[in-house]
């Protein structure tokens, strides 16, 4: 069974621009979660999609959004993008619940 | 919100010594897992385990969680087991994981 995909796996970008990211979770897994890690901030958690809906969200500005689609591949964006938006954004996926949670390889932001 | 901390932060062995890693959390969990985190960044799931022992070849772990904590033993390290392992917990019915800052292992021959 293939494992979670995300794409790109390498980006760069300058301040102020828009960015989306995009993660298909394992085959069979309907929950899909978001993190950023940086240095200073260590592992965050952004966002949870379940079926579709946001189930829980972390404390990130508006800037930070995201959707899931009904094949449950995931998309998140980010806008009006910072320099401290450079990151590695990681996202997982599980069955059901978070229990057992299977990460990509992430996506490494670098705003300039 | 739940507090995750984990011990020591940084660790150093050589190869073919064992390790215990520390995990301690705050408030109850339904769910822990442990990471390692390889040098290229991929986050490798080790254990789910939010009570009880579990052992997988040389790594086990045990959390005792009427007292909060988690640890998670390396016998035998070979420089692969290098990199940052996490401890992530869950409580209630948040839908998320909150990390610990990690403990750094590095493997010397």
């Known amino acids: 069974k293939a494992g979670v995909t995300q794409t790109p796996r390498y980006l760069i970008k300058t301040r102020g621009q828009q960015v989306t990211l995009s993660c298909s979770p394992i085959?069979?897994?309907?929950?899909v979660s978001w993190y950023q890690q940086t240095p200073g901030q260590g592992l965050q958690f952004l966002f949870e999609?379940?079926?579709?809906?946001?189930?829980n969200k972390g404390n990130f500005p508006g800037r930070f959004s995201g959707r899931q689609f009904s094949n449950s591949r995931s998309e998140m964006n980010v806008s009006t993008l910072e320099l401290g938006d450079s990151a590695l954004y990681l996202c997982?996926?599980?069955?059901?619940?978070?229990?057992?949670?299977?990460f990509g390889p992430g996506t490494r932001l670098l705003v300039l | 919100g739940i507090q995750v901390e984990q011990s020591p932060p940084d660790l150093i062995l050589q190869e073919g010594a064992n390790s215990t890693l520390r995990c301690n959390f705050s408030?109850?969990?339904?769910?822990l897992q442990w990471f390692h985190q390889n040098p290229w960044g991929q986050l490798i799931n080790l254990f789910y385990?939010?009570?009880g022992t579990k052992q997988n070849g040389r790594l086990s772990a045990t959390t005792v969680a009427t007292e909060r904590y988690s640890l998670l033993y390396i016998s035998s390290s070979q420089t692969t087991d290098s990199g940052v392992y996490f401890c992530?917990?869950?409580?209630?019915?948040?839908?998320?994981?909150?990390f610990g800052t990690g403990t750094r292992l590095q493997v010397t021959l």
């Open positions: 999609y379940f079926s579709e809906t946001q189930r």
């Open positions: 992530a917990v869950e409580s209630g019915t948040a839908s998320k994981l909150t």
């Open positions: 408030d109850s969990v339904n769910n």
């Open positions: 385990i939010p009570s």
């Open positions: 997982a996926s599980s069955l059901v619940t978070v229990e057992t949670q299977y």
């Open positions: 085959s069979g897994h309907r929950s």
